[in-house]
Structures are given as structure tokens and as C-alpha cells.
């Protein structure tokens, strides 16, 4: 049996495939599938082969849909597989269209009262009687709904192959030391196993072997890499809301504050406000900021939004901050609960009147930690707000990362002066451009000796912070506050140039690097098409940008929104490269796939 | 025979009252804001508050510019309409030795602000929050605000249908720790309960009847001077002895109640209609209420409790202030990466 592809191929279904297939699991949301999930991708991930897990949930507590994808890559692709190999219906509420949506050829493992294999013949059907299974192995049934998903792990388990000792452990370390848990989930997984084991019929199709390609790598999310980085970073103060997908990010830094950001009295070093909108959160971060401290909020756009007219006050009177935008397609233009590339706009020139701000492109779990840690140097150095773009997708995703690099060296504080430095001062003024770089020096409230009080404003203010309303006093403030956004090219993170020569130019940032990663390798193997790779990591733009626009004859912006938000900024600041510059677009909530980006890429050179 | 001006008194910091003073006002001759921003430049005098560890906060308003005309060597802060509260909060949390001063207007914290407003109050923040309170939206030109009375009419005839909200009962609903009223008109009372609000280690809500001179001073205007003036009932007469002075000067025993702040400082509560306790919230309700049925707006400290905790309790932060503590105390070693790299293995 083989299936025809879109992009020409077929696929052989006589073939095995080794280390290198995608599972998805329809479960209902609140079952406690997560639990269920976590512990077969973690035994997969621990028997050496490089995986990564997506969630996809609805706006919903308990009671919705729920899907969780799997992909497993020897290659260590780990972007969204399309396709789907593996299908484990759990939901009889979508199983129905779980089973529709298949390729030909896919195998399914169903609950078995819901007679999935009368819909097609051109799958490969596993019934389970699930319940069954779940009164024999489980004791108590009002647990029963709970561990029927770890009957899955052990069928799923026994029908590729996996090592039942890793999934031990997997399960050990989920269920962190509750003993009773962890031997009633072991006892459920053994269940599915052990009737797997002599009732389902072998398969050739999927497997996973013990390979070493995971060997000392973690999993983790963005959120909580984020506030490492963050706590690293000597966060002071914290202003936040709770919106998903960035919730888990504040309460990950809540976590890791408890334990490590304590003082010697056992009292925090780091003061962490929920607070009663993002209008409200914003302020907080502006106040400490202004006052000294190091400060940040976490949220997604509809936060930012809200945000916004403070926003354009911390630019405008040159206060720090740091923004976490975990962004999101909604509500109020979208999903809540999938992810997008939604913001870019709105982050790059946030709040009314002329604003530009700097901002983070993290593209892996590595750079979500690098990036918080640096975002808080970046946002004292030029006195200003700093925003750290991710989205859902490297949020609340686990993906697979190398272990995190310790950040050496010094916090860097910016230009503060304090009262020994005020007093050697001539002619202290807080808006002053004396180093030519656009920074001006800051005094902090509190400093004794009688010099550096100055007065905070959103409104027009001269060199000496005084209030001013003449017409070159605002010219001059603007443009130097523009100065200042030149200078920044020099500091933030440079991108990521892959070139090959080929003038065929890529250029991507945040979640779909790894997208883009194994698009270029089918378009280079499948279509003998060479691409220079320019993977974006900060705004404002620099000269490697400059560069590589001017050195490729057409740019192929991928991103993930519908207006291609990059790509309007890039005409902005490259006007003469703006007939170059094509995009890539994938907005439907879904985390980006290669196949996408080969397509589209392919449709624009027919 | 040359004469030279007698010294100018000074404090017990060595600073003269111009010492305290800021830019000259903006606003409109006779407007009520200025007479409070004298009397927050006696108070601070009188309480020998070291100006450089002030933080002076404000939303958008002609009330909201005020900070900019008192206290030249604190930090001031002029922040977005309504907001100011989450910008202290900020500041007040980064270091918790400042001594944070706000000054607001009716239409920056009873509209667009209360929401901010009530949050701050139920964290307890540190503050004095000063409402300059004159019906009006008056750097708008004299649009009704939120505290105008039912009924109150405007220069150009406009009467308002809306019932209003009194930000003294609302902030004893939300259990306020410092609640008082004054009129801008009584410089004596308002530097008396301004002095008792910097010795308060809370939340300080201070409505002060502030009139409009330009768009709400009529005599139809429910807080105009003359209307004000004649509606005025004091509660009590208030004595206030700060910590220092407490050897030199004996407090009036008898009919008079004394409150102690956590420094030591002592307010004295004449009062002047009967059973008045100024620690008793429900009783404060009841007078407040009963005011507003008889038309009078009642002015006095008018509930003080000084021993709720504030938001640097809740939060458990360091006695240090969180932006004294260096690099070594802010930045987890290496072993601590390691550790939670581990975890995640
Ligand atoms: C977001 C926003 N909306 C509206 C305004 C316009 N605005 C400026 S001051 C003000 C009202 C001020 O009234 P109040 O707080 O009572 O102060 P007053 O001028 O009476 O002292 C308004 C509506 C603004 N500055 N910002
Ligand atoms: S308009 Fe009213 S509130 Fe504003 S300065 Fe003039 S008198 Fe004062």
C-alpha cells in the first residue's frame, strides 16, 4: 500500500520507520491525559531518540477536546509533523473525525466500543477494550477515568517497542515522590502492556530503537526558561496578570523565587505582585523600574494592549522594563488558547505617538534563558522597555534543549549615577546626550546628597527634565531617543546567518526556526534548491540584515500571521528591497510545519 | 546702618521651609490645589521629612501637576491619568525606605483610576493618597466628575443626574487603615491630618475639598468655597505631637482619645460631636452616612487603625530595600543552574 503526497512523493507503507514518526493522542480535556502524555514522550526522549510534544487544548478547564502531538526524529527535526503515523483516539466525541482527517495507511489504537474500523479500510485499526482493562488493574474507581490514559502508554509502548524501564522512570519523576500515584499509574501502563503483549498483533510499521542522541539534554517550556533566565537576571520586582499562555512563566519564576531568591533571614529578594490588570502590571514594572529595581511582567497580546499607553510613557521618560509577550491569537481577534506570530507589530512600535522598542527573538529553549537574562541589561543600558516576543508554541510546548550555559560576568546596570558621581558632576541633567550615544545618565529616588531630584513626565521635557513646550526642545528629545535606538544595533542579539550563496534568502524568526530548519533540508534534497538561512533575533535591525537583504535576490519572510506583520516592517527600514521580499505565511492556530514553507516557497518559483 | 534679615526658622535637619518648596504653580489664581500643596510643604517641614527620600506621584490633572510645586529634591513621578497607584506600588515594593507621596483629583482616581485606586488600598501600599477633590474634570475644562452631588449644576447650566461616589466611604469599605476629609479652605486641620499621615505606615486616602475657581466655584456648585465653608462640620479637633516631641508636651487627658503610630507619634481627638471614636469603623460609616443625609460633609481623621499589614508584609520581602541589594545577593551561582538543569534531565 503507498500514499500519494501533495508535494509529488509517496510514501511507502511497507517501509518501517525507525525512530522517525509523529503520535497524536484525542483525549478530553481535565481527564488527566497530560500526566499520560508527558510519561511516553519522556520514555521515547529517554531511550536516546530526539522528540518533542505539543499540546493543543481549548479554552477550557475540563470537559473540551484536548490533542497531544508526539514527533519523534532521529534527525532531530522537531517542528510539527504534518502527518500523522500514529493515532491514539481516546475521545468519543472527535474520534470520529480524528480517524477522517488520517493518511491512508496510518495505524489507530481506539477505545473499542466506539467501532472506529467501520469508518475506512485503509487504516490499520487496534480496539482496546480500555475499560475493561482500567477495573481490572484499578482498585478505586473513582480513579478509573484518571488512569485509563496510561493504559494507552502501556499498548502504545508494548506496539513500538519501548523500554518499560524508562517509562518507570518517566512516571517516578512525573509524579514527583507520591508514592500511592506513581504505583497505581505503573500498575495501569503494566495492564495495557501486558495485553498488548498477547492479544494485539505485531507491527513493522513504527518502532523506536535505543539510540544516543538525547544524552544529557533537558525538556522544558519557554515559560519556564524564561524566568530562569529571569531569576538569573536578579529580577527585583514583578507586575503580573494571569493570561495563557504566559502564566505558567510568572508561576515557574514563582517556583524557582521560593527556592533560590531567598536572603539570609529566609525573606525574598524579588517582590512579586499579581496584580489587577495588565494596566496595573505595567505601572508596577515602570515604578520599580524608575525607582532602581530590576523589573518585568509577563502576558500575551490582548496584555499588551492594555499596556500600551504606559508603555509609550516608559519609552517617552526612559524608564526599564521587561515585557514578556508569550503571544497568542486571542480572544478578542482569536483563538486563546493556539499559537501565533501575532504581535510583532504591536511589540515593535507599542503605544501612540512615535515608538520604536527593542525586541527579543528567542528561537529555542537555549536563547528563551539567554535572551531573559540579557533582556534586563538591554532594558537598564538604554533605559527603556524591553520586549521578549515569544509565543504558545515555545512557551507551553516541551521541547528538548541542550542544558543552559551559566550567564558569567556582570549585570550590566546602564548609566546611574549615584551621590559621589552627582556631586563631581558640573551640570547634572537627566535627558543629557553627553557620551554622543543617545543614553542620557539616571538618578534614582532616595540618592542622598542633595543633588540628581528631577521630575518624571509624559510630557514635553527639556535636557534638564524641566517642563518645555517649545518645538526644538521636543525635535531634539525625539531624534535622540531615535539616536539611542541606533546605538542599540550595537547590543542586542545578532542574527543567525546560514548562507550558502545562493541568493535564495530565508529569513525567520522565534518559533518556526525549527520549521524552517527542516524545510530547507527537503528543499535542498527533494528539489535541489540551495537557501541562505537568516534567522532574526532582535529588533532594531542590524548591519548582518542590511547585509543579507542586499545580498539575495528575493527573501522569503516566514512568519506566522496573516498580515505578514516582518515583512511590513523589513519595507519599512529596507524600502528598496521591498519588490525582493515574498511571504511565507501559516496562521490557522497550528504550530508551523516544513511542509508549509516547502510548498509555498515551490508556488512562488513555478 | 545696614540691616540683615532675621534667619529663617529651620528644622531639626537644619532645612528651611524653602528647602521644601518646588517650581512655582501653574495653575489658576485661587484655585484650592495650591492652598494644599502650602500646607504639604508646612507638614513636611514640621515633620523634618528628608526630601530626598520622598516619592512624589501623580495621574493627569491639574491637581495631577502639583508635585512638581513642592518638595524640589524628592523624585516626582507624573504618570498617566488614573494610574498613579500602580506606578507607586511599583516604587514602593523596589524600595521600601521611600516615603511616598500622591497626589490625585476626583476624575484621575474616582473614573478612570478607581480600579487602581481600590487595589492599592487593599494592598495597603505605604502612601499618602491626596484626592483634590472639586467635582470637576478641571484640566479638561469642567466636565462633571464622579464626586459631583446629585444635583450640582454646571457654569453653563448642566445639572448631574448621577449619584456620586465618596471616596472616604469607599475606602473605609475597603478597610483602609487612615480615612480622612478635609477642605483646602482650612489650612490648620489639613496640615494637622497631613502630619498624622506621615507618621502612618499604610495607605492614606485624604479628600480634600479643593474648589475649582475656574469652572465649579459658583454658588450653586456644591463644592464651591462658599458652599463648602457653610457646610463644613468638623468631627473633632485633632492635636498631633510627633515621636520627638513627645517629652516636651503633655497630651490633653479627659475627653480626648489618643491614637499611637508604630513610630511613637500621637494624634488627639477632641471630639466635638458626641461619641466620636476615630478607631471605631463601623461608627465612621454610620456618622459618615448620616452626613450626607443632612447635607453636611463631615471633615476630621475619621477612621485610623495603624496596625494592618502593608503590601511589604504580604509580599515577604527583604527589610532591605530590594535596589540596595548587590549583584551577590540577586544572582543564583552556578550550582544552582546546575541543580535545576538536573531537574529537568
Ligand atoms: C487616557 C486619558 N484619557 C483622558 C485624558 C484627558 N484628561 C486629562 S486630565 C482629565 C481629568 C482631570 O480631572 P481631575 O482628576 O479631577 O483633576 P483636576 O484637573 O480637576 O484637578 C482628563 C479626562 C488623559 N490625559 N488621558
Ligand atoms: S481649572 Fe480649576 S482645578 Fe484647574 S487650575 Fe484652574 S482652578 Fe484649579
Redesign the interface.
Known amino acids: 500500500m503507498s500514499t500519494a503526497l501533495a508535494n509529488g512523493h509517496t510514501l511507502d507503507h511497507t517501509k518501517t520507520l525507525v525512530n522517525d514518526f509523529s503520535i497524536e493522542i484525542g483525549t478530553v480535556n481535565g481527564s488527566g491525559s497530560q500526566t499520560a502524555n508527558s510519561v511516553l514522550m519522556r520514555t521515547i526522549f529517554q531511550m536516546g531518540v530526539p522528540v518533542s510534544g505539543k499540546n493543543l487544548f481549548p479554552s477550557n478547564i475540563a470537559g473540551l477536546p484536548t490533542w497531544f502531538q508526539i514527533r519523534a526524529n532521529t534527525k532531530g527535526y522537531v517542528a510539527r509533523k504534518a502527518i500523522v503515523d500514529l493515532m491514539i483516539c481516546m475521545n468519543p466525541e472527535t474520534a470520529k473525525d480524528d480517524v477522517l482527517k488520517l493518511a491512508a495507511g496510518a495505524l489507530v489504537i481506539y477505545d473499542e466500543p466506539l467501532k472506529l474500523n467501520t469508518l475506512r479500510d485503509d487504516l490499520i485499526y487496534y480496539p482496546v477494550p480500555f475499560q475493561k482493562l482500567v477495573t481490572a488493574s484499578c482498585p478505586e474507581p473513582k480513579l478509573h477515568k484518571l488512569v485509563k490514559n496510561m493504559i494507552y502508554v502501556g499498548v502504545a509502548g508494548q506496539m513500538l517497542g519501548l523500554d518499560m524501564n524508562e517509562t518507570k522512570n518517566a512516571i517516578t519523576k512525573q509524579l514527583k515522590g507520591k508514592q500511592k500515584a506513581i504505583e497505581i499509574n505503573q500498575a495501569a501502563v503494566d495492564a495495557g502492556y501486558a495485553w498488548a503483549a498477547e492479544n494485539m498483533p505485531a507491527q513493522n510499521r513504527l518502532k523506536v530503537v535505543p539510540d544516543n542522541k538525547t544524552t544529557?539534554?533537558?525538556?522544558?517550556d519557554g515559560n519556564a526558561a524564561c524566568a530562569?533566565g529571569s531569576?538569573?537576571?536578579?529580577v527585583?520586582?514583578v507586575?503580573w496578570y494571569p493570561i495563557t499562555p504566559s502564566s505558567s512563566l510568572v508561576e515557574s519564576l514563582i517556583d524557582?523565587a521560593d527556592e533560590?531568591?531567598r536572603?539570609e533571614?529566609g525573606?525574598?529578594?524579588?517582590?512579586?505582585?499579581q496584580?489587577?490588570?495588565e494596566?496595573?502590571?505595567?505601572?508596577?514594572?515602570?515604578?520599580?523600574?524608575?525607582?532602581?529595581?530590576?523589573?518585568m511582567t509577563s502576558t500575551s497580546g490582548p496584555g499588551i494592549s492594555l499596556m500600551s499607553?504606559?508603555i509609550g510613557?516608559g519609552y517617552f521618560s526612559e524608564i526599564p522594563g521587561v515585557f514578556f509577550n508569550v503571544a497568542r491569537t486571542g480572544p478578542s481577534t482569536g483563538l486563546p488558547t493556539r499559537t501565533m506570530q501575532g504581535d510583532i507589530d504591536i511589540c515593535a512600535k507599542c503605544s501612540h505617538g512615535d515608538t520604536l522598542h527593542i525586541n527579543l527573538y528567542p528561537g529555542n529553549m537555549s536563547e528563551c534563558f539567554d535572551f531573559a537574562y540579557e533582556s534586563f541589561n538591554l532594558a537598564e543600558r538604554f533605559q527603556t522597555p524591553v520586549f521578549v516576543v515569544t509565543d504558545l508554541d515555545l512557551g507551553m510546548q516541551n521541547w528538548m534543549s541542550k542544558?543552559?550555559t551559566?550567564p558569567e560576568g556582570?549585570?550590566d546596570r546602564g548609566k546611574v549615577v549615584g551621590e559621589k558621581e552627582l556631586a563631581a558632576m558640573k551640570d547634572w541633567g537627566r535627558y543629557k546626550d553627553v557620551d554622543g550615544d543617545g543614553i542620557p545618565y539616571r538618578?534614582?529616588?532616595?540618592?542622598?546628597?542633595?543633588k540628581g531630584?528631577?521630575?518624571?513626565?509624559?510630557?514635553g521635557h527639556n535636557a534638564m527634565a524641566?517642563?518645555s513646550e517649545k518645538p526644538e526642545d521636543y525635535k531634539e528629545l525625539v531624534d535622540r531617543l531615535r539616536a539611542k535606538y541606533e546605538t542599540a544595533k550595537q547590543y542586542v542579539p545578532k542574527p543567525i546567518v546560514d548562507g550558502t550563496g545562493s541568493k535564495r534568502g530565508v529569513l525567520a524568526f522565534g518559533s518556526s526556526d525549527p520549521a524552517v530548519m527542516e524545510a530547507r533540508d527537503v528543499l535542498s534534497e527533494r528539489f535541489q534548491k540551495k537557501t541562505d538561512y537568516l534567522r532574526l533575533r532582535a529588533l532594531p535591525f542590524t548591519s548582518e540584515v542590511d547585509a543579507f537583504i542586499k545580498e539575495s535576490d528575493v527573501i522569503y519572510v516566514v512568519e506566522q500571521n496573516r498580515d505578514g506583520q516582518m515583512k511590513a516592517l523589513l519595507r519599512e527600514f529596507y524600502p528598496e528591497a521591498a519588490t525582493k521580499l515574498k511571504s511565507v505565511l501559516h496562521y490557522n492556530g497550528m504550530a508551523l510545519d516544513a511542509q508549509t514553507i516547502v510548498d509555498q516557497i515551490n508556488a512562488f518559483e513555478k | 546702618m545696614t540691616t540683615t534679615a532675621p534667619a529663617a526658622p529651620t528644622n531639626k535637619l537644619g532645612l528651611t521651609k524653602q528647602d521644601y518648596v518646588g517650581s512655582k504653580s501653574t495653575l489658576c489664581a485661587g484655585c484650592g490645589h495650591d492652598s494644599i500643596t502650602a500646607q504639604l510643604i508646612n507638614a513636611a517641614f514640621e515633620m523634618n521629612i528628608e526630601a530626598h527620600k520622598v516619592g512624589k506621584y501623580s495621574g493627569i490633572g491639574c491637581s495631577s501637576k502639583t508635585p512638581a510645586y513642592f518638595f524640589n529634591q524628592a523624585w516626582g513621578f507624573n504618570s498617566v491619568h488614573g494610574r498613579m497607584p500602580s506606578i507607586a506600588t511599583g516604587a514602593c515594593v523596589a524600595n521600601r525606605e521611600l516615603v511616598n507621596i500622591g497626589v490625585s483629583g476626583d476624575g484621575d482616581s474616582m473614573s478612570i483610576g478607581i480600579g487602581q485606586l481600590v487595589h492599592m488600598i487593599r494592598r495597603n501600599v505605604p502612601m499618602i493618597y491626596i484626592i483634590e477633590d472639586n467635582g470637576v474634570y478641571g484640566l479638561t475644562k469642567g466636565q462633571f466628575s464622579a464626586t459631583a452631588d446629585l444635583g450640582s449644576v454646571l457654569k453653563h447650566g448642566t445639572v448631574n443626574e448621577l449619584a456620586p461616589i465618596d471616596p472616604c466611604t469607599l475606602a473605609l469599605e475597603l478597610g483602609c487603615g487612615f480615612v480622612a476629609r478635609s477642605f483646602s479652605g482650612d489650612p490648620k486641620q489639613l496640615n494637622t491630618i497631613l502630619k498624622a499621615a506621615m507618621a502612618h505606615n499604610g495607605t492614606c486616602i485624604i479628600d480634600v475639598i479643593s474648589p475649582c475657581v475656574t469652572f465649579n466655584n459658583h454658588d450653586s456648585s456644591t463644592k464651591s468655597y462658599k458652599n463648602a465653608k457653610d457646610h463644613d462640620f468638623p468631627l473633632h479637633e485633632l492635636g498631633f505631637v510627633q515621636f520627638n516631641e513627645l517629652e516636651q508636651v503633655e497630651i490633653p487627658a479627659g475627653e480626648s482619645k489618643v491614637v499611637t503610630f508604630p513610630d511613637g507619634s500621637r494624634v488627639s481627638f477632641r471630639a466635638l460631636r458626641e461619641d466620636y471614636d476615630p478607631t471605631d469603623r463601623f461608627g465612621a460609616m454610620k456618622v459618615l452616612h448620616e452626613g450626607v443625609e443632612k447635607g453636611e460633609f463631615l471633615t476630621g481623621l475619621l477612621y485610623v487603625n495603624t496596625q494592618k499589614p502593608t503590601i511589604h508584609d504580604i509580599t515577604h520581602i527583604a527589610d532591605m530595600p530590594l535596589v540596595h541589594l548587590g549583584q551577590a545577593a540577586l544572582k543564583p551561582g552556578k550550582d544552582v543552574l546546575a541543580q535545576c538543569m538536573d531537574a529537568l534531565m
Open positions: 544529557g539534554n533537558i525538556i522544558i530562569l531569576m538569573f537576571a536578579g527585583q520586582v507586575g524557582y533560590h531568591r536572603d533571614n525573606k525574598l529578594t524579588v517582590a512579586i505582585v496584580m489587577e490588570d494596566l496595573a502590571s505595567a505601572g508596577v514594572v515602570f515604578g520599580a523600574g524608575w525607582a532602581g529595581a530590576r523589573s499607553e504606559f510613557l542544558p543552559f551559566y556582570d549585570f538618578s534614582l529616588p532616595g540618592t542622598p546628597g542633595g531630584a528631577y521630575f518624571t513626565r509624559g510630557s524641566l517642563y
